[in-house]
Nanobody, 124 residues
Framework: QVQLVESGGGLVQVGGSLTLSCTAS????????AAWFRQAPGKEREFAAG????????LYEDSVAGRFTIDRDNAKNTVNLQMNSLKADDTAIYYC?????????????????WGQGTQVTVSS
């Protein structure tokens, strides 16, 4: 059974930083592309950042590029999202996702496995 478990969410002030972590089990993580999606209240779930299976390639949604960094440690089955210069608009539930594919997709339908989500609240 595949499980993705997120941690690291919380409350932070505008301009602050948070690091989200996702630990995977039950799959060959080194063969899976991974991503972070987010869903703000009243909005559709959207792609935030993704990383290829071997970690060589990353992709960011325009509004987080330059502020967020995604990385992974396949030996530890983890993928992280370092979030800096946080804005109120970054407030959302953040979901970790994994796909049995080597390359990143920004489409949620490409991801077979999902975590339960972790709340990030940025206060002004």
């Amino acid at each position: 059974q595949v499980q993705l478990v997120e941690s690291g969410g919380g409350l932070v002030q505008v301009g602050g930083s948070l690091t989200l972590s996702c630990t995977a089990s039950g799959l060959t993580f080194g063969d899976a592309a991974a991503a972070w999606f987010r869903q703000a209240p009243g909005k559709e779930r959207e792609f935030a950042a993704g990383i290829s299976a071997n970690g060589d390639d990353t992709l960011y949604e325009d509004s987080v590029a330059g502020r967020f960094t995604i990385d992974r440690d396949n030996a530890k089955n983890t993928v992280n999202l370092q979030m800096n210069s946080l804005k109120a608009d970054d407030t959302a539930i953040y979901y970790c996702a994994a796909a049995p594919a080597r390359y990143i997709s920004r489409w949620s339908s490409s991801y077979e496995y999902w975590g339960q989500g972790t709340q990030v609240t940025v206060s002004s």
